[in-house]
């Protein structure tokens, strides 16, 4: 009787009832079939696709480097918004984040900080230079302020998790001399949160760089608005030498993270 029952012994359905398991599979192919149709993936259509990109890379071997100036220029420019957004998104980020720190605000308080986050982080960094580019013309400052904005949403939301991590030991004490909220934020939270201050700050550097040669597409400055004017002119060599290039940033931008970031810990 108990050999039967082992031999016929089935583990559980997952799902809860037999029936659920194939439903919902049948369901998520369904749903998946749909998007191609809707989406009109059709391999025709990507066939040709194939073909005329082979035709745009014909046209691009040998990339042209004889126009450096304007490559140099939306280069600097590039490095530039990367840095100064970083430094504005810093300065920013740390207030906002002390702020949505659960440990150490009122809730009141902590809900407006994390409103401010949520807020800074709704809309991917396109839409935001789209906007930015609207509202104070085209250029570098738009691609700033729209990666400043980027960073306060993503600076402030790690850093107040990790404000919310650190050992309250050391806040009670420095609360029990009688010590002001000022205080307690400077003696007491700082010294424990600034290595991931620093650390945050570097990764931060590192991924305006990479996004600031894509803002600028749009139109908000950098190398990006160097590589949309030579794909408008079908200048197609002297795109492919700005891809080179921008690949050769984030390269840089990688080594000098990953440096920065062993000397800090």
Do not use: C
């Amino acid at each position: 009787m108990t050999a039967t029952a082992a031999r016929t012994w089935r583990p559980p359905s997952p799902w809860g009832r037999p029936w659920v398991g194939p439903v919902v599979w049948t369901a998520i192919i369904a749903f998946l079939v749909w998007n191609v149709a809707s989406l009109q993936v059709d391999p025709a259509r990507i066939a040709r696709g194939f073909s005329r990109f082979g035709t745009v890379a014909a046209k691009a071997f040998p990339p042209s480097f004889e126009r450096f100036g304007i490559l140099a220029t939306g280069v600097w420019e590039s490095i530039e918004m990367a840095t100064l957004s970083t430094l504005f998104g810093v300065l920013l980020g740390i207030p906002v984040a002390v702020l949505a720190a659960r440990n150490v605000v009122p809730l009141p308080v902590y809900a407006g900080g994390r409103l401010v986050i949520t807020l800074a982080r709704t809309f991917h960094e396109l839409i935001v230079a789209i906007i930015f580019v609207k509202a104070v013309g085209f250029g570098p400052l738009a691609g700033t302020l729209t990666l400043t904005l980027n960073s306060l949403g993503f600076f402030s939301k790690l850093l107040a998790e990790q404000i919310e991590t650190i050992d309250r030991g050391q806040i009670e004490a420095i609360r029990a001399t009688g010590a002001s909220r000022a205080k307690v934020l400077i003696y007491g939270v700082l010294p424990q949160v600034l290595p991931r201050i620093v650390g945050l700050t570097i990764y931060q550097w590192d991924i305006h760089l990479r996004q600031s040669t894509i803002i600028g597409i749009v139109g908000a400055g950098g190398i990006g608005a160097t590589l949309y004017n030579a794909f408008a002119r079908y200048d197609y060599d002297f795109a492919l030498a700005i891809l080179l290039v921008i690949v050769a940033i984030v390269l840089v931008g990688e080594a000098v993270s990953a440096i920065a970031r062993k000397r800090v810990q």
